[in-house]
């Protein structure tokens, strides 16, 4: 069975300053796809970004980018000029190609200090 | 992105009631939607899996008698939790996938989650 693994529960950064979410996951399957969601106070699951485990470039959206390494089964976000907007609990997630299921990790509760 | 409904968005209830959840797909058709559970501070636990016009396949450890789940339709699946008591209050959320989104990009799309409280 897959599993996701978060070992950071919390993290801190200052505004305008990076900050990198740590997560690996365990599999046996060569395909498959990543996911990082964010859930803010209201509690409304967003997706931050998403990574095809074909696909060896590392995905990218806005202020948020991947470090995916396949083969030590990672997969980090980096928030770049984080904002207080980004305080939230984040969540990685795989799910299989074969079914639909998501499996989440344990998250980690981000704080942005002004 | 596609868009997931939850309703009612907080419900409270007696112990010993059912209380009945509501998903919908608003601008597509979900051939799929899951139930998660989520305790305060916790990760989202998979209750169950259900495709439309057939019956729902529980997650190991999830009482099937106690989480109904209906999918009668491919907008619109719904969970009871029957019998109610202070143990299952907690945070319930749908997601769905179906002709848009997960084909394309694997995504899922989630409601806005439902706070369960029983009294």
């Known amino acids: 069975a897959q599993t996701v693994t978060q070992s950071q529960p919390e993290m801190s950064v200052q505004e305008a300053e990076t900050v990198t979410l740590s997560c690996t996951y365990d599999?046996?399957?060569?395909?498959?796809?990543l996911f990082w969601y964010k859930q803010p106070p209201s509690r409304q699951m967003i997706l931050v970004i998403r990574?095809?485990?074909?696909?060896?470039q590392n995905a990218t959206e806005n202020r948020f980018s991947v470090n995916f390494q396949k083969a030590a089964k990672s997969f980090s976000l980096k928030i770049s000029d984080s904002q207080l907007g980004d305080a939230a609990m984040y969540f990685c997630a795989y799910r299989s190609v074969n079914t639909d299921k998501l499996i989440f990790g344990t998250g980690t509760r981000l704080q942005v200090f002004p | 992105g596609a868009v997931v409904s939850q309703h009612p968005s907080w419900v409270i209830c007696k112990s010993g009631t059912s209380v009945k959840i509501e998903c919908r797909s608003l601008d597509f058709q979900a051939t799929t939607m899951f139930w998660y559970r989520q305790f305060p501070k916790q990760s989202l636990m998979l209750m169950a899996t259900s495709n439309e016009g057939s019956k729902a396949t529980y997650e190991q450890g999830v009482e099937k008698d106690k989480f109904l789940i209906n999918h009668a339709s491919l907008t619109l699946s719904t969970l009871t939790v029957t019998s109610a008591h202070p143990e299952d209050s907690s945070f319930y959320i749908c997601s769905a996938s179906g002709d848009r989104g997960l084909a394309a990009t694997g995504e899922l799309f989630f409601g806005e989650g439902s706070r369960l409280t029983v009294l």
């Open positions: 599999t046996s399957e060569s395909d498959y796809y």
């Open positions: 990574q095809e485990a074909y696909k060896q």
